[in-house]
């Protein structure tokens, strides 16, 4: 064999390993924006990312434990010991009725279904709903009487009547925390009453009460009801804010001398949905009071921008031996920020990925991210994907683009 022959294999061989070796460099692409905003990052069920508040938002309250979160966008607005353990008194109900919304859901029960109330039901103390001893109530009754009027002894009808006991009923309702997120929280009974095993935290509470809007709302509207009447007598919502012109429409209060003066609300305005937990508060007054200046805070403070529609396209990537010479990348969700008003003109955003992408490509494959920044914020980060498909050329041609690539440096 010649040597010249030698070297021509050389070569091939030499072209065949590049071919397996994809050239890479990482390109960014930075913008500082203005008026047009380009991406948000999200957790991944699709949310953003959390932030904490900027720098001249913060805000104190008397509530012993507060959490504030936008709930379109999952960011965090206020956190004060909201990872910290403490008595939901009756917020806990919340748990109670997403048990009973999700047997609903799965046709194991319905609303006209009537349950008996047992003389245990009908002595129970605290808030009631005076349920007859003896009598059968309907289930849509028994919801309207344990989320309005927050009685202990509908829960108990309920729990006994869907689950056989109390006792069968908490099972259900730790297993469903467990599967639902709520990682610092722990049943012992169905109505709140105070045990040392019992407790939730602020964090879990605003994720239940996201968890109940989302998964069931259908049922949702109980929350938002004021009054209810039952066996001639009436009871009011104690929920505060659905009194006041705030866009409130859910969800429970809570007090026992334990726990103090709590809430879990959610308030619905202009499109943004803000949640709000506070406990530990001293009257029921102070209650409405700091309930009301957190939400008015929030809003005036914190505002959502859409930065990237589903399908909008970021940008023009290089592909490296595509059959198309580029591919274009996008965002498979509406992305939206939430930020303090300030905030916003300074925003900057950076798409990152590989330079060149290497084919094959498939549509929905992710290549990079979106950075997301402000001042006084945490930088967040969003995934990107490939728009298109683009198929890796064949031999002949992935030949000459390597050979040109190692003559002349070009990657196409």
Not at 25 to 33: F, M, Q, R, Y
Request: charged content about 25%; hydrophobic content about 45%.
């Amino acid at each position: 064999m010649s040597r010249r022959w030698v070297g021509a294999l050389s070569v091939v061989a030499m072209m065949m390993a590049v071919l397996l070796a994809i050239p890479a460099a990482p390109t960014a692409i930075a913008a500082k924006s203005k008026e047009t905003p380009k991406a948000q990052a999200r957790d991944g069920k699709g949310k953003a990312a959390g932030a904490v508040p900027a720098a001249g938002t913060a805000i104190d309250t008397l509530a012993k434990h507060a959490f504030v979160i936008a709930s379109d966008t999952n960011t965090v607005l206020f956190d004060k010991l909201a990872d910290e353990r403490m008595p939901p008194a009756s917020m806990s109900k919340i748990m109670t009725a997403y048990v009973v919304f999700d047997m609903l859901k799965q046709g194991r029960a319905k609303l006209t279904d009537e349950l008996p109330v047992s003389e245990r039901a009908w002595r129970l103390g605290g808030s009631r709903m005076f349920v007859p001893i003896g009598g059968r109530i309907k289930i849509d009754d028994l919801l309207r009487g344990m989320i309005i009027q927050s009685g202990n002894d509908s829960c108990l009808v309920l729990a006994e009547g869907l689950a056989g006991s109390e006792a069968a009923f908490v099972d259900l309702m730790n297993e469903k925390a467990k599967q639902i997120g709520l990682d610092n929280s722990h049943f012992t009974n169905v109505d709140g009453l105070p045990h040392p095993a019992h407790w939730m935290t602020a964090r879990d509470l605003a994720t239940l009460a996201i968890r109940t809007i989302e998964d069931f709302p259908q049922y949702f509207h109980y929350y938002r009801e004021r009054e209810f009447v039952f066996n001639n007598i009436s009871q009011g919502n104690r929920n505060p804010l659905l009194y006041k012109d705030l866009g409130a429409d859910g969800l429970k209060t809570g007090h026992t001398e334990e726990a103090g003066y709590s809430l879990t609300a959610s308030v619905l305005r202009d499109k943004r949905r803000v949640i709000l937990v506070i406990g530990g508060l001293p009257t029921m007054k102070a209650r409405a009071a700091e309930s009301e200046r957190l939400i008015e805070w929030a809003y005036r403070e914190f505002n959502n921008y859409r930065l990237l529609a589903a399908g909008d396209k970021i940008d023009d990537a290089e592909v490296w031996l595509g059959a198309a010479p580029k591919v274009a990348i996008t965002v498979d969700k509406d992305l939206v920020v939430t930020l303090p008003r300030k905030s916003r003109k300074d925003m900057k955003v950076t798409v990152t990925y590989d330079k060149p992408i290497p084919a094959p490509i498939r549509k929905g494959d992710q290549l990079g991210k979106i950075v997301v920044s402000a001042p006084d914020v945490p930088a967040t980060e969003a995934p990107i994907f490939a728009a298109d498909n683009v198929e890796r050329i064949g031999t002949v041609g992935r030949m000459a683009t390597v050979a040109a690539y190692l003559i002349w440096g070009n990657r196409r």
